[in-house]
């Protein structure tokens, strides 16, 4: 993995001004995450090809954190008003800390249960933000260095241009 105990990926709306939840994996409580972590290991989810064909069966299931992700519409205000909405708007990764969570949108604090620092990166496509990735190490607390959110970029990079590519074809 890229060193995250969970993550979730929103799309910005432009004309509705909000973020809309795709997906996510990861769980809210410590004893479903060890259980899970526990079967992933098990289950040989580690070697790709094994995971892939785990996949493509359809036997990977939803974690707690992607099914709620999935049903969240967060409205964004102003540039300055909370760290999501800098983050779509500025085009800039942010660390959101527990003393800044009053400032996210109630919907995203609700459904995920965040406690620890939260890494928010932009998914940009041709210079804007066409989305943002959000993750934390809620059950281990691992601190979110540098070096993470390098490999955060990285992905989020990837992600978005498939997330262009798939638009352009879609």
Do not use: C
Not at 100 to 109: A, D, I, Q, T
Not at 117 to 134: E, K, N, Q
């Amino acid at each position: 993995g890229l060193g995250f105990n969970r993550a979730a990926i929103f799309l910005f709306d432009e004309r509705a001004d909000e973020l809309t939840g795709q997906l996510g994996i990861g769980n809210i409580s410590p004893s479903d995450a060890d259980r899970d972590w526990d079967e992933h290991a098990r289950s040989g989810r580690e070697d790709f090809r094994r995971y892939h064909d785990l996949l493509e069966q359809q036997r990977i299931t939803l974690t707690p954190v992607g099914e709620r992700v999935r049903t969240l519409r967060l409205r964004l205000g102003p540039p300055n008003s909370d760290p999501f909405a800098q983050v779509v708007h500025w085009n800039n990764w942010q660390i959101v800390h527990p003393e800044e969570f009053g400032s996210l949108p109630v919907g995203f604090v609700g459904a995920l249960q965040p406690s620890t620092d939260l890494a928010v990166v932009p998914l940009l496509g041709h210079g804007r933000a066409i989305g943002m990735l959000v993750a934390d190490n809620k059950f281990t607390r691992e601190p979110i260095t540098h070096e993470l959110i390098d490999s955060l970029l990285a992905f989020a990079n990837t992600t978005a241009g498939a997330i262009e590519t798939h638009m352009l074809i879609a």
